[in-house]
């Protein structure tokens, strides 16, 4: 069993950042792949980010409507995955969940994750 808690989200203006951290505690975290999602009220929840297990060199990837403004890393140190946010914008607003699969790759379909966080808001405001 894994848990993972999602913390720092929050509401912040148009054009500014957050970083949210995912805690994760159970079986050894470097053996997962990592994954951030979003769902938007009345949306599906959609990928966001990820990143994958330790000895597959920790490789990322995002998608398109976030690249090159949010960045996904690991402290395998600290069983910890974070997400720093930047140039938010108000489509960026919903809630926030960190995932774990124990996999090598990435996958980008929440049905591929095994274990969920809690989900943390995120609003950006206009």
């Known amino acids: ?31 997962y792949a990592m994954g951030w999602f979003r769902q938007a009220p009345g949306k599906e929840r959609e990928f966001v980010a990820g990143i994958s297990w330790s000895r597959s060199g920790g490789s990322t990837r995002y998608t398109d409507s976030v690249r090159g403004r ?8 600290e ?9 938010l914008k108000p489509e960026d607003t919903a809630v926030y969940y960190c995932a774990a699969d124990l996999d090598i790759v990435v996958w980008t379909t929440p049905r591929a994750y095994d274990y969920w966080g809690q989900g943390t808001q995120v609003t950006v405001s206009s």
């Not at 929050?10 to 159970?26: D, E, F, K, P």
């Open 70 to 77: 949010f960045t996904i890393s690991r402290d395998n140190a």
């Open 1 to 31: 069993q894994v848990q993972l808690v999602e913390s720092g989200g929050g509401l912040v203006q148009a054009g500014g950042s957050l970083r949210l951290s995912c805690a994760a505690s159970g079986r050894t975290f470097s053996s």
């Open 79 to 87: 069983n910890t995955v974070y997400q720093q946010m930047n140039s």
